[in-house]
C-alpha cells in the first residue's frame, strides 16, 4: 500500500505517517516564558501569559425567543457581583420575633440587578431605552421587569451568573489523577 503524507502547517514540508506530530489545542505559552516559570507548571504559565485586562472575559451569547434577538451576557467581577448583592439585601421583622429584624436577600432584585449590570447586548443602560418605557435611569430594576418575563429574568441572569462561573460549577473543573 502506498505511504500518504501531509504537510506540516509549521514548516510546510511532508510529514509521513510514522513521523511524530504533537497536536494540542493548548497554545504553546511555555515558549515565551522563562525558565523559572516554566518549571513551576503549566497552570502558572498559562495564567502569567494572559492578558490582566482579558483574564475575566467569559462572554456568553444566547438568543431570547420571544424577542428574536440575540444577547451577550458577560462575567461579572467579585466586586461587582458584592456590590449588587448588598443591594439585593433587605431588612424585615423576623416571623417568629417581631420585636427583632432579620435579613435576607431579595431574588427579585439581586437578578434583575444583574442582568442590568452583566449584559453586554443590548445596552440596558441606554438612556433611549429607559426613554422609551418610561423608566427614570436611577430605576434599572423597573426597566428589566417591563423588558423580560419573570421566567425570562430568571434564566437571563442564570446566563449572567454563568459568564461569572456560578453555573454547573462540577462541570468546569475536572479531577486530576493523582498518577500523572
Known amino acids: ?14 510529514k509521513s505517517p510514522g513521523d511524530e506530530v504533537e497536536t494540542t489545542d493548548e497554545p504553546d505559552v511555555k515558549s515565551e516564558l522563562s525558565d523559572d516559570i516554566k518549571d513551576s507548571g503549566h497552570a502558572l504559565a498559562v495564567l502569567l501569559a494572559m492578558d490582566p485586562e482579558k483574564a475575566l472575559d467569559n462572554d456568553i451569547s444566547f438568543k431570547i425567543v420571544r424577542l428574536k434577538s440575540t444577547w451577550i451576557a458577560r462575567g461579572l467581577t467579585s466586586d461587582e457581583f458584592t456590590k449588587i448583592a448588598k443591594q439585593a439585601l433587605i431588612r424585615e421583622p423576623d416571623p417568629d420575633n417581631p420585636s427583632r429584624k432579620v435579613t435576607r436577600v431579595d431574588n427579585n432584585v439581586l437578578y434583575a440587578l444583574a442582568i442590568f449590570h452583566g449584559i453586554k447586548e443590548p445596552n440596558l443602560k441606554s438612556i433611549e431605552l429607559f426613554e422609551h418605557y418610561g423608566i427614570e435611569r436611577s430605576k434599572p430594576i423597573d426597566l428589566i421587569r417591563k423588558i423580560l418575563l419573570p421566567g425570562e429574568i430568571v434564566l437571563v441572569s442564570g446566563k449572567v ?13 475536572e479531577e486530576v489523577s493523582e498518577n500523572l
Open 161 to 173: 451568573n454563568e459568564a461569572s462561573g456560578f453555573a454547573d460549577t462540577f462541570n468546569q473543573l
Open 1 to 14: 500500500m502506498p505511504e500518504t503524507s501531509v504537510k506540516d502547517k509549521d514548516t510546510d514540508k511532508d
